[in-house]
Every structure is written in structure tokens, then in C-alpha cells.
């Protein structure tokens, strides 16, 4: 938003400061400007000038050498090319060293080897409306060596660049007389608001018991909030005064005619939209405010045909649409500089339909950008009067036909809000002493009603400030700081007690995780985004496609909907880093989505390398991990009866035999897998990719008890066991495991697999290495012997033949 301060001093004497110091203060105040601008500045060098004689260029065609008068009789010649350039023209004039608007510096130049002392200009050089081209020609009244500003009668004027985004909050700073307010209650010093009730009896003077033109019915399920409307009418229409013109253009609006000048001065002014009508152009006698019919068409003001639906409030007379509500005009019903019969409307509507309809049809206006804000109703009569104000004021003869015609809806109507604070809150809060006298003089600068016992303030907050900034205490202090200035409150360190932060138990649960994976997995933590899309589910061959997870507006189809897994998005992170490296391992904490109530949190292992499985790696380092976490569990084979919520029975991608559920506390709640070499093929990649999902949803937020046992180290030797067995191809390694879970000796301290070899197409063998140790005793050759052939017979009552 432009801020006008010369518009501003109508109702607030501003303090003898510089822009950028009243910019400052508004800044930490109310809102960040974010530049200021003054206007008029860069033509205070411009000089009025009167052309004496002028002779060709001696090298040019197109060019003269041009003598003028700049004051008192002084001379210079500069080259100019102007096809309106004469004798006794006047005209103005940019010396060397001047910046122009469009910010080019004057220097001196050489134009076909003659020298230019400067330049005369035209209008669009000076950044001036109108011309026809050439330079731009002064009247004869204009004396030479008069600045141009003094002699156009220009106003300068600072604006200050405001950042929309810090007014969304306040509705009542998108109009003058509100920001005026706030410069007036930021520097302590009165606001004069003429709006009074003196004002308002003037006006209404001028109303009269004629019957109203234009009625208004209103339909119940329309987005109107509240309506007034008003006929006038005006002899002929003038020109927009200067004045006028010059300050909507401050506040980047354009001057059309002198109707929607003043249209727009008052919105600006009051900060509450409006429309006028041509009335001559409205069929019957009434306006109907309803929602428009299905796929219904209208071209509004900018001369644009738009769709309209059923969902869009729209103003109609008797036979055709005038306008959509909140947002634009139709180009029928405009006024234009031959209207005389004017149909005067100040409306509120709806925000949420305001900014649906608008953002639906990529129309964003001045209006809709205030009627978002949600605006207060009881503003509109005065925004009315205004209008009435100006437009009698400007256009003499103008006469007003009857009354105002008016709707409001009681309960969409803002009303005042009562809020009792004490002055130990605010103290508490801002970390200052407030003096009372101070408080009192803020809220009722704010024009805040304020009554106060012992202590204890009861703040009555005008409607304006309700509908979507003031609502609780919490409020009213900010409004104390910021008027304080929050620079201006000292630091201070809260008196609090430091006290260290527990973790919670699932936040420990994950550390121990990370750390046991990074050091003892030499795995790297990865974090994928819970978002994908079906193009990588479809790759990953996953049967769930999620569609009832999906976004309504997605950023990119990439990630148009949450994970039913999080195995597709590991095997396109593996399939990243396979082009750089030769085997890795990485891990990922996160969560899987399977409809609205079912969101799991997951753990996800992964290893890979080029030349040979890491299935076997990735069963001892979850088998580590689950006693690290103190966590019981069991390993078994693949059980089509009992499916694993983890990994979809449907799922193509999972390898035949390279494959365990883990059972934790009963429940399946994990599985190990080796991805089938089709689905990697899919994503092009060569090697062998083993993952790990594991359910951490039932364990992770309860409290990790310590079961650690510590003991002496033994000072008595270990043997170590190596035997292999040969197996069928199909069944999986682990089942050689399961065989030896049977032995219950104390001596067995552990078994592990080492290593699986593929001797055939149906043939493979594992290598089993078993520890055997007796913490109070040397282990004797016989008993490592009997512990030996125990081993053995295990694993040959289970079907597996030893090979040694």
C-alpha cells in the first residue's frame, strides 16, 4: 500500500521529522514500510525557459541549436531535435546534473561534435501525463528561471511503501483516516476526524422524502452483509480537480472520470469500497442481490467475458447481471463522462466468498483486496454520507432523490467487544512498569473506551478493531508495547528456573537407533519426503496406489499424495547413490500412511552392494539392534496364512527366498527382504539392494527399561566353531538359525551365519560359526568335542548335512 502523507495531514498535524524517520517510527509502531518515496523531488532542478533563436545544426538535418532565456536575461544553447521547437516557446529545461525521473543523470555531451548544456524536455521525460509529443509547451505567463514546480503548482509529497502483507490483520488501515490514526496515537498528538455526528446531520440534510428510484431486495443465502444504496442527480459532469487527481495517483490509482474519481477517493479516504452507478442503464426499478445461475456469462468493466457459478453473489436489475459482489462492475451499467442519473452503492460482503470468487476467477481488485480483510458493516452509512459529500461538492447543482435505501444483516453485524485488563498484566507481559496515565492515553488514542478502578481497566474496543484483530487480553497489551515502542523495553532475561529438558521416551528410543546404526552399522541417516507420487509407486510395482491420501492442490504430481510405504522412496535413494558407489548402507525414521487413522511410524534399513547379497549383514545387525533395545523378538519364514502389514502380500517386488518376518512381542511388526532384481530393473539398477522395516509404532513410546547385566570379563578362552551345511536353494538362510535355537547350552555364547555360497541352480551352502565359552572354567578338548557334535546333530535332525 502507497501511503500519501500530504493526504495524512488532513486529519493529523505530522511532527517536524524526515521520511525516513516518520517511516521508521510507523515502522516499529504499526507496519514495515518497506521504501519511501518523494514525489516531486527530482523537478525541483527544472527550470521554465523561453526560446530566443535557434539556427540548423551544421551537421545534421534533424537538429537545431537552440539559444533560450533561463532567468534574467542569461543565455545557453543546448541541441534539440523537438518537432514543435520555435521562437518565444516556452519550455522547460534540465541543466547538467540533473536526474530525471526515469533516473538518467544529465551529462555534459557532444551531439555531432557540439557541446549540449543540458537538456528541454517533454512531459513524458519529465514523468508527466498528457503530451502530444515534442516538448512540452508552458503557457505565456511562465517566467523564465521559475523552478517548474512552482510554476505548475505541484504539491511535493513523500510516500511511504507499506507491505501488504503486515495490513492483513487490520482491516481498518486500508483507508486514510485509519492509518491517520495510527500516526496520531504513534507520535501522541490529536487526530482531527471531522466524521463526526455534526457532520453526519449536515449531510443527511440534503436527503428527501422523494420515493427512492432503485429499491433493493436481497435474498437470504446471498454473501451481503450489509447494502445501502443512494440515487443522485448531477447536471453534467466536470473535470477531476487536480487536487483529486494528484492523490489517487499517490496511492497508485489512475484518474478515469470525475464519478469514479471520487468513487475511489472515498474508499481510499475511508477505506470501504463502493460502486456507482449509471443509473439510466439500471432495467426497473429495484436491484436483486442473489446468487447467479449456473455457467452464467458476464463482461465486466475491464472488458472481460467471465463464467460465473452458482456459488458467486451477483447484483442484477430486472433483465441482466451489474455486478459481481465484492469484486467488479459490468461494463453495461459503468459510468461514463455523458452520465448524469447516478445509483450510489456501499456494500459489505462476505470475505471468504469475496476471495473464493475472486481467486476462482483470477480477478483481484482494490475492492476485493479490502472486502478479504473483513470488513465492519457499521462503517458503511459513513462511507455513504462521504460520497454524498463529494460528489454534491464537485458537481454543483448535484441533488439527492429521496433516501438511502438500506439491508444489514444482524448477525453478521460487528459489535463492540468489553475486555477488563489490570495494569499487573501488563507490567507481567512487557517486562516494564506502565504508568496508568499512559495506558489510559494510548487505548483512548486508539479510540478505545476506557474505565478504570484501582488498577483494573475495562476497555470497550470499537467494531472496527474486532472483526479480526482485537479479540483477547493478549491483544491489548501488544497494542501498550507497540505504541511504547518494543525498542524501547528493555531486555530482560526471563526469571525462570534452568532446568534441563527430558527426552521423551520415543526421542530416546530414535537415539539409540541412530547411534547403534551409524557406529555399528556404518550406516548414514537419509530423510525422504513423506510425499510421492504414483509415477514412483508405479515403478516400485506397490500395489497401494494411496488415492484417498491424495492433495487437492499439489505442488507437483511428483508428490501429490502421502506414502502408503516407504520402501519405493528407499529404492529410489539407493538408486541414486548406486552410480557412485560400489556398496552402502543407510537408514530412515519416518512414517508410512495407509488412509487418515492409520499413520505408522517406521524404521527402514537398507544395504546394497554391486557384486553379492547383503541379506545375511542385515539379519545379524537387526538381530544387534533388537538387543540393544531390550526388545523381544522372533525371526521366521514367510507365512502366506499370517500376512505382514509391513510389506503387502501383492507386492511383486519381494525376492522368493531372500526373505523373514519379525514377530516383536507377537505381533508381525517387521520383515527383511531382498528386493526382486525385476523391480530394481525398473529403476535401473545392477547389484543387490536388502531392506529392514520394522513397526516402531507400540514400542517406541514406552520407557526403555535397562536390562544390561555386567559381568567380569572372562579370563578363560573362547572356541570358535565354523561348520557349513548344504540346503535347497529355496529355503531361506535363516532356517539354519531356527535349527540351532534348540541348543540351550550355557557354553553356546553365539551363532551366527558368515556366509552363503550358491553352489548350483537348486543347491546352496551356509557357513554357521558358533562361540563356545565357560566364564569360570578352560574348556576341556572333550567338552569342545561334545559341543561340536551337538551342533551338528541339531542341524542334521533338521535336514541340513554337514559339510566341514
Known amino acids: 500500500m502507497l501511503i500519501s502523507l500530504n493526504w495524512i495531514k488532513d486529519f493529523v498535524s505530522l511532527p517536524d521529522l524526515t521520511p525516513k524517520e516518520l517511516a521508521s ?94 537538456m528541454l524536455c517533454s512531459e513524458a521525460e519529465l514523468g508527466l501525463e498528457g503530451g502530444k509529443g515534442g516538448l512540452m509547451e508552458l503557457t505565456a505567463d511562465a517566467i523564465s528561471g521559475t523552478p517548474l514546480p512552482d510554476y505548475l503548482k505541484l504539491e511535493s509529497d513523500v510516500i511511504l511503501d507499506v507491505d501488504n502483507k503486515s495490513l492483513t490483520h487490520r482491516p481498518d488501515l486500508w483507508g486514510y483516516l485509519g492509518l491517520a490514526r495510527e500516526f496520531a496515537a504513534g507520535h501522541r498528538i490529536p487526530l482531527v476526524n471531522r466524521f463526526d455526528s455534526s457532520w453526519e446531520k449536515r449531510i443527511q440534510s440534503r436527503f428527501t422524502t422523494d420515493p427512492a428510484p432503485v429499491g433493493v431486495e436481497v ?59 449509471d443509473r439510466s442503464k439500471i432495467s426497473g426499478s429495484r436491484v436483486f442481490i442473489r446468487r447467479a445461475s449456473p455457467e452464467l456469462r458476464f463482461t465486466t468493466l475491464d472488458g472481460q467475458e467471465r463464467e460465473l457459478t452458482a456459488a458467486d453473489t451477483v447484483i442484477f436489475d430486472a433483465d441482466r447481471p451489474l455486478v459481481i459482489a465484492g469484486l467488479m462492475g459490468g461494463l453495461e451499467s459503468g459510468v461514463t463522462p455523458e452520465t448524469t442519473k447516478l445509483f450510489v452503492e456501499v456494500a459489505n460482503w462476505e470475505a471468504p466468498e469475496v476471495r473464493k470468487t475472486s481467486v476462482r476467477l483470477g480477478l483481484r481488485t482494490d475492492s476485493s483486496q479490502r472486502y478479504e480483510k473483513t470488513l465492519d458493516s457499521n462503517q458503511c452509512y459513513r462511507t455513504l454520507l462521504r460520497l454524498v459529500e463529494l460528489i454534491t461538492e464537485h458537481c454543483p447543482g448535484a441533488t439527492v432523490i429521496g433516501s438511502p435505501t438500506k439491508y444489514l444483516r444482524e448477525e453478521a453485524l460487528a459489535k463492540p467487544l468489553s475486555l477488563t485488563i489490570t495494569r499487573s498484566e501488563i507490567n507481567r507481559s512487557l517486562g516494564m512498569e506502565v504508568p496508568t496515565e499512559t495506558v489510559r ?39 501498550i508495547g507497540r505504541m511504547i515502542g518494543f525498542d524501547n523495553i528493555t531486555p530482560v532475561s526471563p526469571m525462570l528456573p534452568v532446568k534441563p529438558v527430558r527426552l521423551s521416551s520415543a526421542k530416546q528410543f530414535h537415539r539409540r537407533i ?29 500395489p497401494e496406489a494411496n488415492e484417498s491420501l491424495m492433495l487437492v492442490n499439489a505442488l507437483s ?56 547379497s547383503r541379506f545375511v549383514e542385515l539379519e545379524n545387525l537387526v538381530e544387534k539392534l533388537f538387543g540393544l533395545l531390550n526388545i523381544g523378538f522372533t525371526f521366521g519364514p514367510h507365512n502366506p496364512k499370517f500376512p505382514n502389514a509391513v510389506l503387502p502380500a501383492a507386492w511383486n517386488g519381494a525376492h522368493p527366498n531372500e526373505y523373514l518376518n519379525i514377530q516383536v512381542m507377537g505381533k508381525y511388526a517387521g520383515v527383511i527382504n531382498s528386493v ?83 553352489m548350483s541352480e537348486d543347491q546352496k551352502s551356509v557357513s554357521v560359526r558358533t562361540v563356545f565359552e565357560d566364564s569360570e572354567k578352560t574348556l576341556t578338548a572333550e567338552t569342545i568335542k561334545d559341543l561340536e557334535q551337538n551342533v551338528i546333530q541339531a542341524l542334521e535332525r533338521a535336514g541340513f548335512p554337514v559339510k566341514c
Open 25 to 118: 517510527r510507523f515502522t516499529l509502531t504499526t507496519a514495515e514500510v518497506e521504501d519511501v518515496l518523494v514525489k516531486g523531488a527530482a523537478l525541483k532542478p527544472i527550470l521554465c525557459v523561453e526560446i530566443k533563436s535557434l539556427r540548423p545544426h551544421p551537421d545534421s538535418d534533424k537538429l537545431n541549436l537552440v539559444t533560450f532565456d533561463y532567468g534574467q536575461g542569461q543565455l545557453k544553447e543546448v541541441v534539440c531535435g523537438a518537432p514543435n521547437v520555435r521562437v518565444g516557446l516556452r519550455v522547460p529545461y534540465a541543466p547538467i546534473g540533473t536526474t530525471l525521473p526515469n533516473g538518467m543523470t544529465l551529462e555534459p555531451k557532444k551531439i555531432r561534435g557540439i557541446l549540449s548544456d543540458g
Open 219 to 277: 435474498s437470504g443465502d446471498s454473501s451481503c452483509w450489509a447494502y445501502y444504496g443512494l440515487s443522485l442527480d448531477i447536471p453534467r459532469m466536470t473535470e477531476t480537480p487536480s487536487i483529486i487527481r494528484t492523490r489517487l495517483e499517490a496511492a497508485g490509482l489512475r484518474s478515469i472520470n470525475l464519478i469514479v474519481d471520487l468513487s475511489n477517493y472515498a474508499m481510499v479516504e475511508l477505506g470501504i469500497p463502493n460502486h456507482i452507478f
Open 441 to 479: 492515553d494510548i487505548f483512548e488514542r486508539l479510540d478505545f473506551k476506557v474505565n478504570e478502578t484501582n488498577g483494573s481497566f475495562l476497555v470497550t474496543v470499537p467494531t472496527y478493531r474486532t472483526t479480526k484483530d482485537i479479540s483477547v487480553k493478549a491483544d491489548l497489551i501488544e497494542e
Open 514 to 542: 541412530q547411534d547403534f546404526l551409524v557406529m555399528q552399522g556404518k550406516a548414514l541417516q537419509v530423510m525422504t519426503y513423506p510425499l510421492v507420487g504414483k509415477e514412483l509407486l508405479t515403478r516400485a510395482l506397490w
Open 557 to 612: 504430481v511428483e508428490q501429490d499424495r502421502m506414502r502408503p510405504s516407504m520402501i519405493p522412496s528407499a529404492i529410489e535413494v539407493a538408486a541414486h547413490n548406486q552410480k557412485h558407489y560400489e556398496d552402502f548402507a543407510f537408514f530412515e525414521l519416518g512414517r508410512s500412511y495407509l488412509g487418515f487413522q492409520k499413520e505408522r511410524s517406521q524404521l527402514l534399513i537398507a544395504m546394497y552392494s554391486k557384486k553379492s
Open 676 to 758: 526382486h532384481p525385476l523391480i530394481l530393473k525398473n529403476f535401473k539398477m545392477k547389484g543387490h539392494l536388502s531392506l529392514a522395516v520394522i513397526d516402531l509404532t507400540d514400542v517406541e513410546s514406552k520407557e526403555i527399561k535397562d536390562k544390561t547385566k555386567y559381568r567380569q570379563i572372562s579370563k578363560f578362552p573362547t572356541s570358535s566353531f565354523d561348520v557349513t551345511v548344504v540346503m535347497n536353494k529355496d529355503l531361506p538362510a535363516a532356517s539354519v538359525m531356527t535349527a540351532l535355537s534348540s541348543l540351550k547350552q550355557k557354553e553356546i555364547k553365539s551363532k551366527a551365519i558368515v556366509d552363503v555360497y550358491h
